[in-house]
């Protein structure tokens, strides 16, 4: 039997009023028109209770471009299911937010794109999208729902760190978490733009490690440092087919939000197949689950059921073989001519491809 | 550690539940699902925010025929490392 997963994230919609940069959801995006509706997202949300999901995290592109986005979440919490919603807070009233603390939403991720409107503005390339931010930020406070702040950071925002540390205290988040940009998506577009520096990667992690000892029981700060400034790979998803699964707007299932990248895969829908089967059967989820399909030098490295050979996206994207060692990895032949081309793409100096609306093209 | 007079709570956005699927009980809190052993379920289940952390550890000591000293320990122990991820608060 294998082991059911624990977490599911529903990308709602890939409709986003903001347009960054670093966008984790697909160069081919689902338009709004092949949008699943509130029943076929409802049905899934049981069936993943079903199979063992406890937790759901709503997310998209913009969840709250949902009509239906309460209707969903209640849906969500009849199932069962600890609810998190993903959100720029771009399309959140306060009557909204009022009507999902009804419906039960659990927790809020509000996402950072800056910490002042210079700066946000410019990467989500939508105007006055800070401040409309901060008045969620308030709303949710006001509320109490437990929040995150997330952090994405980069070559042109990484010095804003401190002052991101500082302004989850001061919105009363729980957790922070500072995500350093990972090449899939949109940010694999924008790697010229968007690399950090080997010193800002350090810098990163010397102020992380300062703060979480400073607000130790205040603040949880979850960090993600810079895959290709460091030594070992991170464990993807918890291992391929393991702990998570995705579904696209559309309904097609997939072991992570990159999996489209890997060509040869084929995805079922859970339109048409149930979650179970799906998890249990579908060949593109067995395909790297667990540690046979390994080569070398995962294959006999004491390390491989610590991080799974790293990201099999990462694999396919810089040596062109997803069953081949994550190139993150000081151990891949790859790795140095990797680290090489870091140096390279930080000196880069490339002007942002946003991420465009569903259907259109991005300039 | 937690002092005897104060009371523990789970704050918003955590709580406690059976798993439907994998049997026993999962404390489910902010992007974590913990799952718990029959002692933390035991613990948490005394945990609803208006008995006193020495209250808490005297019904444990009672149900399970055990030193209440070992028990504050055990517990203290438990609910502290809860506390310092923020899955626990304790109000004086
Ligand atoms: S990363 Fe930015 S563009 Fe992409 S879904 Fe999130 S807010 Fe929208
Ligand atoms: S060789 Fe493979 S298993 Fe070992 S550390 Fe590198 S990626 Fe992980």
């Known amino acids: 039997m294998t082991r059911p997963?624990?977490?599911?994230?529903?990308?709602?919609?890939?409709?986003?009023?903001?347009?960054?940069?670093?966008?984790?959801?697909?160069?081919?995006?689902?338009?709004?028109?092949?949008?699943?509706?509130?029943?076929?997202?409802?049905?899934?949300?049981?069936?993943?209770?079903?199979?063992?999901?406890?937790?759901?995290?709503?997310?998209?592109?913009?969840?709250?471009a949902r009509r239906d986005l309460v209707d969903l979440v209640a849906a969500a919490r009849a199932a069962g299911l600890y609810t998190n919603l993903i959100t720029s807070g771009i399309g959140l009233t306060a009557a909204r937010l009022k009507a999902l603390d009804a419906a039960g939403l659990d927790h809020v991720q509000l996402s950072l794109q800056g910490t002042d409107a210079a700066m946000a503005d410019a990467i989500g390339g939508l105007e006055g999208a800070f401040a409309r931010k901060l008045e969620v930020a308030r709303q949710i406070g006001e509320i109490g729902f437990p929040l995150t702040l997330n952090a994405v950071l980069h070559r042109r925002n990484l010095h804003q760190l401190p002052r991101a540390i500082e302004m989850a205290l001061e919105l009363g988040a729980r957790r922070l978490e500072v995500a350093t940009v990972q090449f899939h998506g949109w940010a694999l577009r924008n790697r010229d733009a968007l690399m950090p520096t080997r010193e800002q990667a350090r810098e990163a992690g010397r102020i992380v490690a300062e703060a979480r000892a400073r607000l130790r029981g205040r603040l949880v700060i979850d960090y993600v440092p810079a895959d290709y400034h460091g030594d070992y790979p991170k464990r993807c998803m918890g291992g391929w087919g393991s702990t998570g699964l995705n579904v696209a707007p559309d309904g097609t299932v997939l072991p992570c939000h990159a999996a489209q990248t890997i060509p040869g895969l084929e995805f079922w829908s859970a339109r048409e197949v149930p979650l179970a089967r799906i998890w249990a059967e579908n060949p593109a989820f067995n395909a790297y689950r667990g540690t046979e399909w390994m080569a070398e030098p995962c294959r006999s490295c004491e390390r491989k059921t610590k991080d799974f050979g790293g990201c099999r996206c990462q694999a396919m994207a810089l040596a062109g073989?997803?069953?081949?060692?994550?190139?993150?990895?000081?151990?891949?032949p790859l790795h140095a001519d990797l680290a090489a081309r870091a140096g390279a793409h930080a000196a880069a100096d490339a002007a942002f491809v946003f991420r465009p609306a569903p259907g259109r093209v991005a300039v | 550690m937690i002092g005897p007079g104060e009371v523990p709570r789970l704050p918003r956005g955590v709580r406690v539940q059976p798993d439907r699927v994998r049997g026993g009980w999962v404390l489910l809190a902010p992007e974590r699902a913990v799952t718990l052993d029959a002692v933390g379920q035991a613990i948490l289940a005394e945990v609803d925010g208006s008995r006193s952390f020495g209250e808490i550890c005297a019904r444990l000591a009672a149900a399970f025929g055990a030193p209440e000293a070992q028990i504050a320990e055990d517990a203290g122990g438990f609910l502290s490392a809860l506390r310092e991820r923020l899955f626990l608060e304790v109000s004086p």
């Not at chain 1, 073989?321 to 891949?332: E, L």
């Open chain 1, 321 to 332: 073989d997803a069953g081949a060692t994550d190139p993150t990895c000081v151990k891949s």
């Open chain 1, 5 to 64: 997963p624990i977490a599911m994230l529903a990308e709602l919609t890939h409709r986003c009023p903001l347009a960054c940069p670093y966008c984790s959801n697909p160069l081919d995006l689902v338009r709004g028109a092949a949008e699943m509706g509130t029943e076929d997202w409802a049905r899934i949300f049981r069936e993943a209770a079903g199979l063992g999901v406890l937790q759901l995290h709503l997310s998209g592109g913009e969840p709250a």
